[in-house]
């Protein structure tokens, strides 16, 4: 059972095209992360949220805790945009932390 | 550079023996987290310290250990090493837990052999 379902596994998209990644959890949380991790293995966090949405640049990230449910938008995608992007949550009583298990993004000039 | 420091960023060892990683956080940064990303299981967290003192716990073995120093740098400690534990170790660093962001290591990759 994995507490924190993303999708889609993979994503090809054409240069300029909107992009949404989805994240599914099953557990109560404290703050739900987004990562961005390149080929060459680092990690970036991009958003961490507890509620509502953020922005940053061509990112947008949204939360529903009703629904635990959140979806990572890139608008205008670029090929340097390609990278695995991971869920993340921190549980409810800030002792664990689950991952999704990534979505890969290419996009392609 | 995003300020968190990992040595060493490779590591190539035999099963049996131990290793030790070592992270030092980015400045003003009070509490480190230590991750292993492997192929087959992905992301998991280990363990968080925060000014010195263990934290949270995640799914660390036994023969793992870790601890956080006076001067904020922390060290993982992985003993009796398996195959299994060929993994990236990351560690990340954050100002208070919970309420900011991470910012991660760049990683070391341990090749058990």
């Known amino acids: 059972k994995n507490e924190v379902e993303q999708s889609p596994q993979n994503l090809t998209a054409q240069e300029g095209e909107f992009i949404t990644i989805n994240c599914s959890y099953s557990?109560?949380?404290?703050?739900l992360h987004w990562l961005q991790q390149h080929p060459g293995g680092g990690i970036v966090s991009l958003f961490m949220?507890?509620?509502g949405k953020k922005k940053h640049g061509r990112l947008i990230a949204t939360i529903n805790i009703q629904e635990k449910h959140s979806s990572l938008h890139i608008t205008a995608s670029h090929p340097r945009d390609s990278a695995v992007y991971i869920c993340a949550v921190r549980s409810g009583t800030g002792n664990q932390f689950y991952f999704g298990t990534g979505t890969s993004l290419t996009v392609i000039p | 550079d995003s300020g968190v420091t990992q040595t060493p960023k490779h590591l190539i060892t035999a099963t049996g023996q131990r290793v030790t990683l070592r992270c030092s956080p980015r400045s003003g940064d009070l509490s480190v987290y230590w991750y292993q990303q492997s192929l087959d299981q992905g992301l998991q967290f280990l363990i968080q310290?925060?000014?010195?003192?263990?934290?949270a716990k995640g799914n660390i073995l036994e023969r793992f250990s870790a601890q956080q120093f006076p001067d904020l740098h922390s060290e993982l400690n992985l003993s009796s090493l398996e195959l299994g534990d060929s993994a990236l170790y990351f560690c990340?660093?954050?100002?208070?837990?919970?309420?900011?962001?991470?910012?991660f290591g760049s990683g070391t990759r341990l090749t058990v052999v």
């Open positions: 557990v109560g949380i404290s703050a």
């Open positions: 310290y925060y000014n010195g003192e263990e934290r």
């Open positions: 990340a660093s954050s100002v208070v837990p919970g309420v900011y962001g991470y910012t």
């Open positions: 949220l507890s509620s």
